[in-house]
């Protein structure tokens, strides 16, 4: 079982910056693969980073060269770091956990609203 926390969140303009952390519980962080989705209201809830248990990041092209996202085993803790927000960025963002050998990610944390505003 692994709890995930997300903080970080907030109202930012347009071109600003701002840091999402998740925190995890548990000893086996290492070896998840982790993701972070954001879902705005009446959409659909959608990838936007993940990044391997082996350090291989991946990005929708939405973000691409904007959000960076890491992860500090020695922690428990993965992060995106969002530059260069806009507006269409807004949402709640949530981050995810899998086993390596799973498809699907079977943890999520209870999410943070991210607002930019223009």
């Known amino acids: 079982q692994v709890q995930l926390v997300e903080s970080g969140g907030g109202l930012v303009q347009a071109g600003g910056s701002l840091r999402l952390s998740c925190a995890a519980s548990?000893?086996?962080?290492?070896?998840?693969?982790m993701g972070w989705f954001h879902q705005a209201p009446g959409k659909q809830r959608e990838l936007v980073a993940a990044?391997?248990?082996?350090?291989?990041?991946n990005y929708v092209d939405s973000v691409k060269g904007r959000f960076t996202i890491s992860r500090d085993n020695a922690k428990n803790t993965a992060y995106l770091q969002m530059n260069s927000l806009k507006p269409e960025d807004t949402a709640v963002y949530y981050c995810?956990?899998?086993?390596?050998?799973?498809?699907?990610?079977?943890?999520w944390g209870q999410g943070t609203q991210v607002t930019v505003s223009s």
């Open positions: 548990g000893r086996t962080f290492s070896s998840y693969d």
């Open positions: 990044i391997s248990s082996g350090g291989t990041t």
């Open positions: 995810a956990a899998k086993p390596r050998s799973l498809s699907g990610y079977l943890y």
